[in-house]
Structures are given as C-alpha cells and as structure tokens.
C-alpha cells in the first residue's frame, strides 16, 4: 500500500519541505502532502469530524494567509495513512524564561537568582509539556496516525550572535546542570506524547550541538544571510532530509532504495 | 435633646432584627475600615489557610502585595504555584496560624530567635518543619533545609522593611512546642513529617492575654523598622481540623475563636494602627447558615468566601478584580520570520 504521508505544523516544517524532493528519491513510493501555519495560527487548527483540518473562527487575514502558504485554507487528512505534526514549541520559550529567571537550589551557583527547588522545576516542566500535549490533543484527538516532533533547537552561535542573543535561551545554554534539564524535558514529552497514545520522535542526535542547541550548520540560512539578519531558529534543507528520512525509517518502516550518485 | 432611651437615636445596624434578619444587604454595615487601604498601600499578608483567599482577592484586585518570593511565569498555573507555597502570601512562609509563630518568624528574621529541631524527616527526605507544607516533597540533605531556610527569611525581612499594612488572619489558639526552645510549629511532629516525642514535644494552648503579648511584640518589631506601619486582624471562620487538647473538637473550634474575636477586638478597641475585618461574622452569619460551608462542614464555599472578599474590597472603595486568563505562549515573538519561511518554502 502506498504510504499517504500529510505533514503539519508550523513553520519548522519548512526545513522537512525543503528535503522533499532529495528524500523522494530515496523513497519513491510516497506520496507527501503539506499543510502548515505559523505557530500562532496553529492554535487555532481543528480537525472536523469528517476529518478535515481547517481554522475556524480565523479572520479573513489569517484564512488568506493559510491561502497563500498552502494554497487552501483547509485540509482533508482522511485519506492520510500518516500523519507527521511537525514544530510545535511545547513551551520551550517559557522553559527557558523558568531558568533563566530561578536557580535550582543545590545544583550550582546561584548567583543572585531567586532559589527554586529541582521537585519545583521538574513539575513546572512536566505541566508546560502537559499543557503543550493537550492543545495538540485539541486539535487532532487521539488519532494514532499522528506523530510528533517539536521544534528543532536555536543554532548554537545563538550563545554568541544574531537576533536570538537576548534570548532567554543563552542562560539556560550557560547553565552547568543544562544537560539534566533536557533530559528531563525530553523524557516528559515522549511520555506525554505516548500516553495519548501518538508516537514521538525527536530531534535527531547528529543535528544537535549540545542540550538545547543545533549545530550552526543545519541553519536555513547558511552561509548567505549577514550575521546580524540571521534567523537562528530555523533550519535548512539538510536538517530536514535526516529528519525524514528518520521519520520514514524508525516511524513509517521504509526502506531508502539504493543511493545513486546523485542522491 | 431629651432622649426616651439611650437606643433611641442608634442605627438600624445597631438591632438585631434591622441589622441581621431583616437587612436588606447581609454585609451592610459590618465593616467600616479604621485602617485604610488604597492603590499605593504596601501590603504584606500572612495566616492561617482562609488568609490565602484574602491575599488572592487582593492579588486579582491589582493591589500593591508585596511579593518578595515570587515565581512570574504567568504561564504556570495557579494551583501549581500555590502547591509550593508561591503566590499565597508576601513571602513562602505557608500558613502561620498562630500569632506565636509569627513572633518567632519575625525574631528569627531580626537575629534574635534560634528555632530548634527544625529538620523533619519523612520517607528518607527532610522538611523544614516550620514550613514543611512549602516543599512538598522535601528535600534530600539536611543542610538543603537551612540553605532554603535562610533565603527565605532574606525575602522575609525585605517585605517586612517594606510593609504600610500587615493582615493577619488569626487561626489557631493551639500549637505543638519544642519544650527545650519553645520552637512552636505549625503542624505537629509527625504529621506531616518529623517524630513525635512526648518527652520534647509538648502542646501549648495560648491564652488571649499571650496572643495579645505576641502581637504586641509583632507590632513592636515592625514599627521599629517601619514606624506608620499598621495592622488588619481577621478571625479564620475554618473551624479546627482536630484538637490535641482532649476536648470536643466543637468545644475547641469555639472557644478558639472566641479567644482570637476577643483579642481581636481588644487589640481594635486599644490602639488606632489596629483594624479588624470580620470574615468570621460574614461566614458564621445566621443568615447563611450552614449553606456558608462546603458538605465537609468546614470549608466555606466559594460563593460566601466572594461576599467577603466584596464586603472587603467595597469598604476600601476598591474594584474586584478577575482572575487572570491563561497565558498560551506558544506563538513565536517572530511570527514574521515564520511567515516568510513559509512562504519561501512552500510556494513554489
């Protein structure tokens, strides 16, 4: 059977998109349909019980955005065999704002942070990504076609430069106990996700430069855009061919057909 | 003038029938504040457990609380908050429920006052025991207990340095003592966490006259520091969860609230910096009856504890205000960045 693949989410399904046509060599019996929104927009997405996804209730500005990005405001994913949520940020902004602002007792230095316990912060964790889980939960049920990835992290050189240096992120990514807090936040996600019961898979481990980092080369945007203009969250074409390829791999159990020269 | 009898020219608040049975408005009357409070008042709360529903009123009424141990992450919800002792009173102090254990809070922030035994233990975890309800899980080390401690009492002494009106809701009258340091808790050793033992642990009941002492003492201490600071004392309408003095649980809500009303309005009737507010008439009001409390007969419903909360915030000439909806944030701050890369990518 020919695997009805439709791609949702926000705008960090771009970087799977601009893969396309490079995975579709290496899985030509596919057959991909896109539909995605900013993430503002996404909150607002319904799925119809006749199965279409569409935005009601959005003003005729967003309806003709949706318009102009997907060429339909709308989207039937009945005929989907799978279904692949694709950017949603599970509260990581507010994660960040969280240690950056508090310093967990007991895990290094404080400074002059407010104190805050780990028992604190990991169930502040586990109710950012509870809540993230149940808007997406409001969206497309409990469809167990659905799979989801979040967000790809900000390139590392955020730490240093662009429009990401102020930020919340760079006190998180100077923290010595980072490594535990993703562990954490990853885990609650993939468990909440799985609970629904969706499947997870996130961001692959050869893109990622630390916690809470990509590598600087997955960026859309490398090496063209000046510094200064870089958008630092987003990421290009090479990013998204791993991402697919694991997805259609570890999630749909595809096999890629011989690499050719080209591919 | 020549009067028939000195009830002759009173208010009808003044009778019980014009007053109480047949008022057209249950609260008309029953509060006229002494101590006034406005948009730039500093206020700092503290009490027992129905003082966490004074202290949101006045949270959701955009009053100036002091917070001085805070989380601002308006996406957390409130309840999650609250679970660790955040956004119920100026400091994460939990409920201080008799006035001895505010005078020990306040010693103990101003250096003279050491409380002893104040690591519990419960399931291979350890609690600071004069707060234990704050952390919910407690701790691993016992020095994490002290450490946490200590930066609490920083937060404690800035709100008090900074306080115009300090309300405190009056609960208990009864409290467990560490006999050798006269360390009071608010909840008793083994409880919650910790071990009771007979032979260090003792019950104290206090009597008005002492809760008067403490408060005194309490006043003393932050008019040294804060000179036109003045007070709001409310009574808890909550009955008691169990006494530790033998008596009948009924005899021994009673009579300590009749202590705390006593004090209260003795305190009231002395000194000018000195208000009352009447929580405990509006929600034992006969009128109400038992419809004031929840099925558990103890807790008041949410509808009579929004009368006083309007009965409280109408006698300061003040807005009620509205709890504050959930904040999503998900949406990228630069959903322009967004957009364009979708456009670029999808429109080809």
Not at chain 1, 33 to 48: D, E, H, M
Not at chain 1, 87 to 95: I, T
Not at chain 1, 214 to 234: C, I, Q, S, V
Not at chain 2, 74 to 82: G, I, K, T, V
């Amino acid at each position: 059977m020919k695997v009805r693949l439709f791609i949702v989410g926000t705008s960090h399904a771009v970087a799977v998109r601009l893969a396309h046509e490079r995975v579709m060599r290496r899985f030509p019996d596919l057959d991909v349909t896109y539909f995605a929104a900013t993430a503002g927009l996404g909150f607002n997405l319904s799925v119809s019980a006749d199965g279409v996804l569409s935005c009601p209730g959005a003003s005729e500005r967003d309806l003709a955005r949706l318009k102009r990005i997907n060429g339909a405001s709308s989207v039937d994913l009945t005929p989907a065999t799978h279904i692949w949520n694709i950017g949603s940020p599970f509260r990581f902004g507010v994660l960040q704002r969280l240690f950056r602002y508090y310093r967990v007792f007991g895990m290094g230095p404080t400074e002059n942070h407010t104190v805050v316990s780990w028992a604190f912060t990991d169930e502040a964790t586990d109710e950012l990504v509870r809540m993230a889980v149940e808007n997406l939960l409001e969206v497309y049920g409990p469809d167990q076609r659905l799979t989801v990835t979040p967000a790809p992290y900000p390139a590392a050189m955020s730490l240093k430069h662009g429009p990401c240096r102020d930020l919340p992120g760079v006190a998180l990514g100077k923290l010595a106990y980072v490594d535990e807090i993703e562990r954490s936040y990853e885990s609650k996600i993939a468990a909440s996700v799985e609970s629904v019961p969706w499947r997870f898979l996130p961001q692959p481990a050869e893109t990622r430069a630390r916690a809470f980092l990509t590598k600087d080369e997955y960026l859309a945007n490398m090496p063209a855009t000046p510094l200064e203009a870089k958008d630092l969250r987003h990421m290009g074409a090479d990013y998204g061919a791993i991402l697919f390829e694991q997805y259609l791999t570890q999630i749909v159990g595809l096999k890629p057909v011989k690499k050719t020269a080209q591919a | 003038m020549v009067v028939d009898h000195p009830y002759a020219n009173l208010p009808p608040t003044a009778f019980w029938k014009s007053g109480v049975r047949e008022a057209r408005e249950l609260t008309a009357g029953l509060y006229r504040p002494k101590v006034k409070i406005d948009a730039s008042t500093r206020i700092m709360t503290a009490g027992s457990c129905f003082a966490q529903h004074i202290s949101r009123a006045l949270r959701r009424a955009n009053l100036n609380l002091i917070e001085t141990e805070y989380i601002r992450l308006p996406q957390l919800s409130e309840a999650l908050l609250n679970r660790f002792g955040y956004g119920l009173y100026s400091a994460r102090y939990g409920n201080i429920y008799t006035m001895r254990q505010l005078k020990q809070l306040i010693e103990e922030v101003g250096g003279d006052f050491y409380p002893k035994d104040i690591i519990w233990r419960a399931s291979g975890r350890c609690y600071d025991a004069l707060r234990p309800n704050v952390e919910p899980s407690g701790y691993t080390l016992p020095a994490h207990v002290t450490e946490m401690r200590a930066h609490h009492l920083r937060a404690v002494r800035k709100a008090l340095a900074e306080v115009d009106i300090l309300i405190f809701t009056l609960g208990l009258t009864e409290a467990w003592e560490h006999i050798p340091s006269g360390t009071v808790y608010p909840t008793a050793p083994g409880t919650i966490a910790g071990t009771y033992d007979p032979t260090i642990h003792r019950l104290r009941q206090f009597s008005a006259g002492e809760i008067a002492e403490d408060f005194l003492s309490v006043r003393n201490r932050i008019q040294s520091r804060r000179p036109d600071a003045r007070f709001i004392l409310t009574v808890s309408p909550v009955p008691l969860t169990a006494t530790g003095t033998g008596e009948h649980v009924l005899l021994a809500t009673h009579a300590a609230k009749a202590k705390l009303r006593t004090t209260a309005a003795e305190l009231c009737e002395t000194f000018d910096d000195v208000d009352y507010f009447p929580s405990y008439e509006i929600v034992t009001h006969p009128r109400l009856g038992p419809a004031a409390f929840e099925a558990n007969m103890r807790s008041p419903t949410a509808e009579v504890i929004a009368r006083v909360v309007r009965c409280f915030l109408g006698a300061h000439g003040l807005p009620l205000g509205q709890a504050a909806p959930p904040v999503l944030d998900d949406s990228d701050p630069a959903d322009g960045i967004c957009e364009e890369a979708l456009l670029e990518a999808f429109v080809r």
